[in-house]
């Protein structure tokens, strides 16, 4: 799978996201919106995590969908 399935069928994606990353609101799902960057934004905010840990982390779930 790769993230422009993601940003195109966020709405199916969104619980699967946050079943994955539970500290992420539904208000950081909507402003995240399919946007991997946003995601990973969040992933650091919510998490204390580094950039380069958030997108590899991003990256690990995307290969198990």
Do not use: C, P, S
Request: aromatic fraction near 10%; hydrophobic fraction near 30%.
């Amino acid at each position: 799978m790769n993230w422009n399935q993601i940003e195109g069928n966020w709405e199916q994606f969104k619980g699967k996201v946050q079943t994955q990353w539970g500290k992420l609101t539904d208000d950081d799902l909507d402003v995240i919106n399919g946007k991997r960057k946003e995601l990973a934004g969040k992933l650091q905010a919510r998490y204390g995590k580094a950039q380069e840990e958030a997108e590899r982390e991003i990256d690990n779930w995307l290969m198990r969908h």
